[in-house]
């Protein structure tokens, strides 16, 4: 285990945990209103559903990186990916949605504690930064759920 990886675990606990704590403030009515008016037109829910699926397949890509992987295939589109598996937990209630994320936020932080520098530098290709280091990629994870909280509160507002 690095300093870096327990740094990067307990980031990721530290903003899994404030992404939660707004998701859960949130009233019915915020849930079901549209955050985005072009490309995927996701409501909060759905917007909330594509971070929880998509951090489960970052674990994913980063167990695999760990094994020996190259991380995403080279012809991955990420926009049919997040147009195909969004919003397939439609009829999940919100309370299981915010376990999903929780529970796979506890899985990234763990697989994140236990790497070591050379393990961190390891590099693989981010479906949408191309060649990253394992660690930069653990780092994406949270700053991409900071992207969608910041669109969203900007809607709320």
Known sequence: MSEEATKLADKLLSEGERTLVFFRALTAHDWARHVYADGAHWTVRQAFEHLALSERSMLRLCEGLLA????????????????????????????????????TRQA????????????????GRHPAMGDSSLGDILKMIYLHNTMHVRDIKKLLA
């Open 108 to 123: 990234t932080a763990v697989f994140a504690r236990g790497l070591d520098d050379a393990q961190l530098a390891m590099r």
């Open 68 to 103: 020996g992987g190259k991380g995403a295939p080279e012809d991955f589109d990420i926009d049919r990916f997040n147009r195909e598996h969004t919003d397939r937990m439609g009829a999940s209630p919100i309370a299981e949605l915010l376990d999903i994320f929780s529970g």
